[in-house]
């Protein structure tokens, strides 16, 4: 089998999407499958580099975080000729989205696609609310022609449905329990950040402003109002890093992005993990922090509800509400019992999560589309 994949975000940029495609990169390794990947370049990651097709690109002026790729056509298509494949996957609706499924339509290739970014919710965050409705129209016409769209988690499935969107299915993502796991606690990393008896909170993610971290931030001004002891760890980096710095809290440490045993030690040597984000359609930090035997203070909005049972492995606060997340995390900081109660609930919940169980049914129902399409080849031939 042979599968070709669209990509607006590849290798070095580190975000939820490129995670799920590196591990899939790493299945499709083991089972010999053959790939190709057509992705956004930057200098010198542009032109052809083993099974990636590098295209230049620029930076979304709306969203920096996001590279909008310009792929020459031709190139794609010649490409594409010579690899001859059985699928085209699309991670994205983009211009290099665009040219898979302008390849896919004309060729008579079975394609599938995922809605792994809510962009129309993130429009919201960036004063471009009015175009919400445009871009729900563009993307039931992008996901129109695909023979399965898929969705990261039951609730992102349910929203695409409600907005019209047909042929679902569900990718669902594991979890690397040798990467994220409590055994990597590091006791010389916590004392660097907490005073002993303190509580560390974390926060990972991109610091932007769909991750609604205003809410985060205005909790820990109440709890520092009442005399909370805590320290708020915050791995990641992003346009509002300077914003949230300039607040002065003496308690939150900023550590920037972190990759590897690095990010393993910090998971497992915090207490608690926060997510205020009720845009993502997954949230792979969120079974990232529970495989390392942390519970969340969430939301459950988005696809952080796939996740977040209140009560069992976290505590689930209103979205937007930084007064009742702050009463949520004081509660979760004054009951040593009960963070350890909701860590167990949340080493149990993600127990079963594994990615070799996700690749070997997302590949199984490749495998049927492009039998399927080959079937159908030798009736009309015969």
């Known amino acids: 089998m042979k599968i070709a994949i669209f990509t607006d975000t590849y290798h070095p940029e580190i975000n939820g999407v490129t995670k799920t495609l590196d591990k899939m ?44 790729a310009l792929p020459d056509y031709g190139a794609v298509k010649k490409r594409l000729d010579d690899f001859k494949p059985d699928i085209i996957h699309l991670t994205t609706p983009f211009i290099i989205g665009l040219s898979g499924l302008r390849y896919a339509k004309e060729n008579g290739i079975p394609h ?32 129109e022609s695909t023979d399965i769209n898929f969705a990261p988690s039951s609730q992102t499935m349910e929203k695409m449905r409600s907005k019209g969107i047909e042929r679902l299915g569900l990718w669902k993502r594991g979890i690397e329990k040798h990467r994220f796991n409590p055994g990597f606690r590091d006791e010389s990393l916590r004392e660097s950040w907490v005073e002993e008896g303190d509580v560390c909170l974390l926060h990972v993610g991109r610091l932007a402003k769909e991750k609604e971290l205003d809410v985060l931030m205005g909790a820990v001004g109440i709890l520092n109002e009442k005399g909370v ?34 990010l393993s030690r910090c998971y497992a040597s915090s207490d608690v993990f926060c997510f205020t984000s009720g845009t993502e359609t997954y949230g792979n930090v969120l079974i990232e922090a529970m495989a390392s035997g942390l ?34 995390l004081e509660k979760i900081i004054m009951d040593e019992t009960l963070r350890k109660r909701l860590s167990n609930g949340a080493i149990n919940h993600v127990s079963g999560k594994d990615w070799g169980k996700v690749f070997d049914g997302l590949f199984s129902k490749y495998k049927d589309l492009a039998n399927q399409k080959r079937d159908k080849s030798e009736r009309s031939a015969s």
Request: net charge negative; proline share 4%; hydrophobic share 40%.
């Open 25 to 68: 990169k790493e299945s499709m390794d083991k089972k010999g499958i053959e790939y190709i990947f057509f992705a956004p370049g930057e200098a010198p990651f542009e032109g052809e580099v083993a099974n990636v097709s590098f295209f230049t690109s620029f930076r979304f002026f709306a969203y920096p975080q996001c590279r909008i």
């Open 112 to 143: 599938t696609a995922t809605f792994h970014t809510d962009f129309p919710e993130y429009l919201d965050h960036y004063g471009f609310g009015v175009l919400k409705s445009g871009a729900w129209q563009f993307l039931r016409w992008f996901h």
């Open 229 to 262: 002891r805590f320290k708020l760890v915050i791995v990641g980096d992003g346009p509002m890093r300077s914003q949230m710095e300039d607040l002065g809290h003496k308690n939150v440490v900023f550590c920037g992005y972190m990759t590897g045993d690095s």
């Open 295 to 328: 519970p969340a203070v969430s939301v459950t909005d988005g696809g952080a509800g796939e996740n977040v049972i209140d009560g069992i492995n976290s505590l689930a606060f209103e979205r937007g509400s930084s007064r009742d997340m702050a009463e949520k």
